[in-house]
């Protein structure tokens, strides 16, 4: 071998010797730093929590970034590359009902490794009176009303990111599902009340509105009442006894109850539901006489009784058949509010379309609820990300709803309720009532629990 192979040779057995193998067989540098993995934060207070963190072998010490954006773009002050040596660093002088990201480096003399992943953690306690929070601004208008959103049990615990941004951003809360009969009923006269408990102590020990929702919708019914052998007057007495059970067990706790959902078809008749069939078109005047009088007999004497439906703006043959049960109702002093769903879409109904629906129940002194908002920006299923156009579009019309909602004279003004917290926990991409054709943003909260334009707008519409 000539000098320059021998050289040559040495550099490459050198290099082979300098180095580690991973387990692909493929050399790596022998002091490569790994990326850290951050863990869960720990003793989350309404100031402070610890962050923690997996040990990188080789690591000398850590960097840990805390920010209130999940992008890093600023840094709480003391928290930017704050170096430290443990596996945790306990991280003070926080706000109340924040959302808080860190993230963490190894380090090892000059080297620094790759960021590791974010975890995001929300301090507990009640933030300060902030106006961008949407019952604030609400409460603070001249006649305030409340501002809703529909929930879920689990939800509910103390902490939770919903929980943070329910104390501070609701006044009002429905269930999503969970005070409908199907879950509630299990049998003639037995009843599972945990989870619908649960939803209306948190509302109760929380000084936060509840609006029940629903005693009578032909979606919600279980199964042992849809397999029902008796007679119809034994099912009408099923269904007598099971409104007058649930609106005693709540009495005094809520503060409204859709006693019955969606009873008019799209064609502007009445729905033909077990309910029609087996109880006659007089069913809808017995559901509420028997809500009034469970009521009354519990002393409950405020209780305000909705009937809810939805696209009654564009659809004018049910508008028509919605009053002429509002007014039948009324006239037996029967009912007292009317739920406008408000499942809309960016383009649809139009401002016109809404004020003129609204404004008949305001001609009849009824309590007006947007009661299940949230709007849909890929209905057609034309865009597979959530573009600026649609986001800007979406903001325009929650705003819209928003201020034609805050016109109205304060004795209709009751409450205005989005469909839910987060886009990706909306009902609308799964429904296969709906069927809607992919996916879609019609919330105020991103999957990270980001406001959104929409939020936005929804605050501009209570200037
Ligand atoms: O969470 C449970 C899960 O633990 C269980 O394994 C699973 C299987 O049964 O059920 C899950 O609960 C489902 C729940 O949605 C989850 O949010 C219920 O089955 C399902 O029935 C329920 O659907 C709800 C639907 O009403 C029927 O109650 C939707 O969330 C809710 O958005 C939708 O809301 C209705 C309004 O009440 C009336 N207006 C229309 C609106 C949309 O359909």
Request: glycine fraction near 6%.
């Given at each position: 071998?000539?000098?320059?192979?021998?050289?040559?040779?040495?550099?490459?057995?050198?290099?082979?010797?300098?180095?580690?193998?991973?387990?692909?067989?493929?050399?790596?540098?022998?002091?490569?730093?790994?990326?850290?993995?951050?863990?869960?934060?720990?003793?989350?207070?309404?100031?402070?929590?610890?962050?923690?963190?997996?040990?990188?072998?080789?690591?000398?010490?850590?960097?840990?970034?805390?920010?209130?954006?999940?992008?890093?773009?600023?840094?709480?002050?003391?928290?930017?590359?704050?170096?430290n040596s443990g596996s945790t660093v306990a991280i003070s002088g926080l706000s109340p009902a924040m959302a808080y990201y860190y993230r963490i480096r190894a380090k090892r003399g000059v080297e620094v490794s790759n960021n590791s992943n974010v975890i995001t953690v929300k301090t507990t306690g009640v933030?300060?009176?902030?106006?961008?929070?949407?019952?604030?601004?609400?409460?603070a208008l001249a006649n305030p009303f409340f501002v809703g959103v529909a929930v879920k049990a689990q939800q509910l615990n103390t902490g939770s990111a919903y929980d943070v941004v329910l104390k501070n951003e609701f006044s009002s809360i429905t269930a999503e599902y969970e005070m409908k009969m199907d879950?509630?009923?299990?049998?003639?006269?037995?009843?599972?009340?945990?989870?619908?408990?649960?939803?209306?102590?948190?509302?109760?020990?929380?000084?936060?509105?509840?609006?029940?929702?629903?005693?009578?919708?032909?979606?919600?019914?279980?199964?042992?009442?849809?397999?029902?052998?008796?007679?119809?007057?034994?099912?009408?007495?099923?269904?007598?006894?099971?409104?007058?059970?649930?609106?005693?067990?709540?009495?005094?706790?809520?503060?409204?109850?859709?006693?019955?959902?969606?009873?008019?078809?799209?064609?502007?008749?009445?729905?033909?539901?077990?309910?029609?069939?087996?109880?006659?078109?007089?069913?809808?005047?017995?559901?509420?006489?028997?809500?009034?009088?469970?009521?009354?007999?519990?002393?409950?004497?405020?209780?305000?009784?909705?009937?809810?439906?939805?696209?009654?703006?564009?659809?004018?043959?049910?508008?028509?058949?919605?009053?002429?049960?509002?007014?039948?109702?009324?006239?037996?002093?029967?009912?007292?509010?009317?739920?406008?769903?408000?499942?809309?879409?960016?383009?649809?109904?139009?401002?016109?379309?809404?004020?003129?629906?609204?404004?008949?129940?305001?001609a009849k002194g009824l309590k007006i609820h947007v009661s299940e908002l949230d709007i849909q920006v890929n209905q057609n299923n034309d865009i597979t990300t959530f573009t600026n156009e649609r986001k800007l579009a979406q903001k325009d019309k929650y705003k819209e709803i928003v201020k034609i909602y805050?016109?109205?004279?304060?004795?209709?003004?009751?409450?205005?309720?989005?469909?839910?917290?987060?886009?990706?926990?909306?009902?609308?991409?799964?429904?296969?009532?709906?069927?809607?054709?992919?996916?879609?943003?019609?919330?105020?909260?991103?999957?990270?629990?980001?406001?959104?334009?929409?939020?936005?707008?929804?605050?501009?519409?209570?200037?």
């Amino acid at each position: 071998m000539n000098y320059k192979q021998i050289v040559t040779a040495f550099f490459l057995v050198f290099s082979l010797l300098s180095c580690s193998k991973d387990d692909g067989n493929t050399p790596v540098p022998l002091n490569a730093l790994a990326t850290p993995f951050a863990s869960t934060a720990s003793n989350v207070t309404n100031t402070s929590f610890q962050a923690n963190w997996v040990l990188v072998p080789g690591a000398e010490s850590y960097l840990i970034d805390v920010s209130t954006d999940n992008s890093f773009s600023t840094f709480v002050t003391g928290y930017d590359a704050l170096s430290n040596s443990g596996s945790t660093v306990a991280i003070s002088g926080l706000s109340p009902a924040m959302a808080y990201y860190y993230r963490i480096r190894a380090k090892r003399g000059v080297e620094v490794s790759n960021n590791s992943n974010v975890i995001t953690v929300k301090t507990t306690g009640v933030a300060a009176e902030d106006p961008t929070f949407l019952k604030v601004k609400a409460n603070a208008l001249a006649n305030p009303f409340f501002v809703g959103v529909a929930v879920k049990a689990q939800q509910l615990n103390t902490g939770s990111a919903y929980d943070v941004v329910l104390k501070n951003e609701f006044s009002s809360i429905t269930a999503e599902y969970e005070m409908k009969m199907d879950p509630i009923s299990t049998g003639s006269g037995t009843y599972n009340w945990v989870a619908a408990d649960k939803i209306v102590k948190y509302g109760n020990d929380n000084g936060i509105n509840v609006h029940a929702h629903v005693l009578v919708w032909h979606n919600a019914v279980p199964n042992w009442l849809k397999d029902f052998s008796g007679t119809d007057a034994e099912f009408a007495l099923e269904v007598k006894k099971y409104i007058t059970a649930v609106v005693t067990h709540f009495a005094g706790k809520v503060k409204s109850w859709d006693v019955v959902n969606e009873a008019v078809d799209d064609n502007g008749n009445m729905r033909n539901t077990v309910f029609l069939t087996k109880m006659g078109p007089n069913y809808i005047k017995d559901c509420y006489q028997w809500a009034r009088d469970a009521a009354n007999a519990a002393g409950d004497t405020n209780l305000l009784l909705f009937y809810n439906d939805y696209a009654t703006s564009t659809n004018i043959n049910k508008q028509n058949k919605v009053f002429a049960i509002v007014d039948d109702l009324k006239a037996s002093n029967l009912i007292d509010g009317l739920g406008f769903q408000m499942h809309n879409t960016y383009l649809s109904p139009a401002k016109t379309q809404m004020e003129a629906d609204i404004n008949r129940a305001v001609a009849k002194g009824l309590k007006i609820h947007v009661s299940e908002l949230d709007i849909q920006v890929n209905q057609n299923n034309d865009i597979t990300t959530f573009t600026n156009e649609r986001k800007l579009a979406q903001k325009d019309k929650y705003k819209e709803i928003v201020k034609i909602y805050n016109a109205l004279p304060a004795a209709n003004k009751y409450a205005l309720t989005v469909w839910g917290f987060k886009d990706n926990e909306s009902w609308i991409p799964y429904s296969t009532d709906l069927n809607h054709p992919g996916n879609d943003w019609p919330l105020l909260y991103d999957n990270n629990f980001e406001i959104k334009s929409a939020h936005t707008g929804f605050l501009e519409g209570l200037d």
